[in-house]
């Protein structure tokens, strides 16, 4: 009677750890290869490739030196095609390819310098799109709307380049100096156009499927950085100001994107910690979760671990579940691998040594995301 029990036990475990495994294979599809036919069903316009639940994953700049820098047009390749490879392991169906950083361009330009990791006379995004879209994964091409060069960089750079126009003319405040970094000022007519201008650029000779933007929106909460449009603008509150400058762009972007192809889509990935969305960077989330017109999805930065003091995983997972309400808004969760076996110092004392004592914080971040309202989850290495 005992082995009957065990062996019927077993079997009901076995039956819902099958149907659990269905459940997360149907939410969660790995990517297929589209033919030709699939991808221009429209004649010569690209029909974009784009996954219901993303499986997303940051490329970040900054790696660009180990495997751009000083390489051939074939060692690029190369590496890309094995970066993908190693990102179909981990289920990815979506990579966010981080194309213009700071000003500058990682593609073919007419509007920005090229970028400094990139020294040889090849295409790296017509490539990484390639090799993508080779393997069924899906590519938004991931920039920075208002950081630019550094102040040295920016005395290298083309005298042709308008933001270096704009750098040069004393009496011109659409790029304004943070630190030792030029940043473009969202105040203004002008640089909003510039920003649409170029995504107009990429959207229209590149087949990617999404555009994405990250979280530098503002750089700083000093009210010296736009004092001068501050004071003509006719506000008081400094902050609702700011706060609609940020919305404003961001609706601009949407728009620029769906103008050319509403399949497109378009994705904003702010700080996990909602209330430093606010206060320091101006970004209106709740609106843009809220609401249809300015994004697709939303990709939260919640790199934050199960114990951190200040913004604990699953409390702050639940904040983003109820805020992104609209039906045309899809949440995907931004999860920090790189924090994987590294002692976090900003997570407070309970939660500083939580990512190196335990090996299995993201294994266990994506099984809730699996098992949460949102459509997707995305990895920062």
Not at 86 to 93: D, F
Not at 102 to 126: A, R, W
Not at 225 to 253: M, Q
Request: proline share 4%; aromatic share 14%; hydrophobic share 35%.
């Amino acid at each position: 009677m005992k082995k009957l029990f065990v062996f019927t036990m077993c079997v009901l475990f076995t039956s819902c750890a099958v149907a659990e495994s269905q459940k997360t294979a149907e939410k969660f599809p790995p990517p297929s290869i589209q033919t030709e036919e699939q991808l221009h069903i429209d004649g010569e316009k690209y029909t974009p490739v784009n996954y219901e639940n993303q499986v997303g994953m940051w490329f970040p700049y900054m790696h660009f030196e180990e495997y751009m820098f000083g390489k051939t047009e074939e060692e690029f390749t190369s590496a890309v095609r094995e970066k993908f490879s190693s990102a179909l392991e981990e289920s990815v169906n979506t990579v966010y390819l981080h194309i213009r950083p700071c000003g500058d361009s990682y593609y073919k330009s007419e509007i920005f310098p090229v970028g400094v990791y990139l020294d040889g006379d090849y295409d790296p995004l017509k490539i990484m799109i390639d090799e993508a879209h080779a393997v069924g994964i899906s590519v938004h091409a991931w920039i920075n709307p208002l950081r630019c060069q550094t102040v040295e960089q920016m005395s290298d750079a083309p005298e042709n380049f308008i933001v270096k126009k704009w750098t040069e003319d004393s009496d011109c405040h659409f790029a304004e100096i943070v630190g030792n970094r030029w940043y473009l000022n969202p105040a203004y007519d002008e640089t909003v156009n510039l920003i649409c201008e170029g995504v107009d650029e990429i959207i229209k000779n590149y087949n990617v499927d999404g555009v994405h933007i990250d979280d530098y929106f503002y750089p700083t909460t000093d009210a010296d950085f736009d004092a001068v449009a501050f004071e003509n603008s006719g506000y008081s509150d400094l902050t609702l100001w700011r706060t609609e400058n940020c919305t404003h762009f961001v609706k601009a972007i949407y728009d620029t994107v769906k103008n050319y192809d509403e399949r497109i889509l378009f994705g904003i990935s702010p700080q996990g910690n909602i209330e430093a969305d606010y206060n320091s960077q101006y970004a209106d989330v709740r609106l843009w979760g809220s609401e249809k017109g300015y994004c697709d999805y939303i990709v939260p930065q919640i790199y934050f671990g199960f114990n951190n003091e200040t913004c604990p995983f699953v409390p702050t997972l639940a904040e983003w579940e109820s805020l992104v309400t609209c039906e045309d808004v899809s949440l995907v969760v931004g999860l920090g691998a790189y924090k994987q076996g590294q002692k976090d110092v900003w997570a407070g004392i309970s939660g500083e040594n939580e990512w190196a004592e335990n090996d299995d914080v993201i294994a266990r971040q994506i099984e809730i995301v699996r098992n949460s309202t949102a459509d997707g989850y995305a990895l920062y290495y």
